[in-house]
């Protein structure tokens, strides 16, 4: 990137703070911000940093990343790790601590997450344990990425019990979201991201999905649209987290669609010619609402037109839409017991009483689950 067109794109971006004391940091949105990243480390005052990303995104970004690191004074390394959700592992978590300790990163130094959610996950979840607790860097290559896993310091990976069931709270102290990187993000990678958009206006914010029902086709082609999309996203999920950041009350709202979608991921085994996290967030919503609806508690209009919506846009909305099947209805069930939103045994919801009004419904009986669940898929076999 030249020099004038990084300064264009600094003077673009959009700041969504998220102020949290001590542990407060900024999220850069904006197109071409990875051209400043140099500069805006190196602002963080570390002397190393240690570079994880995939074989996607590496080839593409990390040489020349690490370039501009080492310009601005930083000792470097790069670790580059298989993609896919299977690489949040036990495994991967070993070899990512081992690899940061052999760069010799100190507790002032960096840990900079560069790619998707997995790796922010994974390199986050490293961050948080080696040497306790050093400092890490969000650069999302990802539009589910940019408005969702990179924001709010959940880390972790997989358990062959279920999704993200270890891991840590561990802020990152910035956030760049360079919009631009997704230009080249295959369609179905930016569908996937898409449904965590709508979700924050499914959540508490009907006016925002109703924006998202008229500007969907800008958010990507990569108008300016996009860059509002994510800002509106983050600064969606910055004030929940700033309200409840270690998720004990209503940050649990963030969940909406994922109790069903994660038990999905499980079910496929987090294999992602089946189904990536974002298809199962959106069929995960569509199921939340028909839910709410099924209980009496939201009216099937609005169910209705969330399925038309997210089904305009490409996304899967039913269960038929799983390739290879969606398991029994014990799978399903068994597969939620080990969500982390159980207390006692019993399931907890996020339903909703209508687009924007959706609330934690702690609770539910496992009898009125298995209800809805056939239901669902004697519809889809019918």
Known sequence: MSSASAQASTASALTVPVPLGERAYDILVGRGLIGTVGSRIAALGARAAAIVTD???GPLYAQAFSDALQTHGLRTSVITLAPGEATKSYASLE?????????????????????????????????????????????????????????????????????NLVGAFHQPSLVLADTALLDTLPLREMRAGYAEVVKYGLIDDARFFAWCERNWRGIFEGG?????????????????????????????????GH????????????????????????????????????????????????????TSVGLP???????????TVDELLDAMAQDKKVKGGSLTFILAKGIGQSFIAPGIEAGKVRTFLMSEINASSS
């Open 224 to 256: 300016m649209e996009r860059d509002e999309a994510v800002a509106q996203s983050c600064r969606a999920k910055a004030a929940v987290v700033v309200r409840d950041e270690h998720e004990t009350g209503d940050r649990a709202l963030l969940n909406l």
């Open 55 to 57: 074989e996607h995104v």
């Open 95 to 163: 070899r990512v601590c081992d690899a940061v300790l052999e760069a010799k990163i100190e507790r002032g130094d960096l840990v900079i997450a560069l790619g998707g959610g997995v790796i922010g996950d994974l390199a986050g979840f490293a961050a948080a344990v080696v040497r306790r607790g050093v400092r890490f860097v969000q650069v999302p290559t990802t539009l589910l990425a940019q408005v969702d896993s990179s924001v709010g310091g959940k880390t972790g990976i997989n358990s062959r019990h279920g999704k």
């Open 259 to 310: 109790t069903f979608g994660h038990a999905l991921e499980k079910i496929t085994a987090y294999d992602s010619a089946r189904l990536v996290h974002g298809e199962g967030v959106a069929i995960g919503l569509n199921l939340a609402f028909r839910f709410s609806a099924a209980l009496g508690l939201c009216p099937i209009s609005d169910a209705e037109r969330i399925e038309a919506h997210l």
């Open 317 to 327: 909305t039913r269960l038929s839409h799983v390739p290879g099947g969606c398991g």
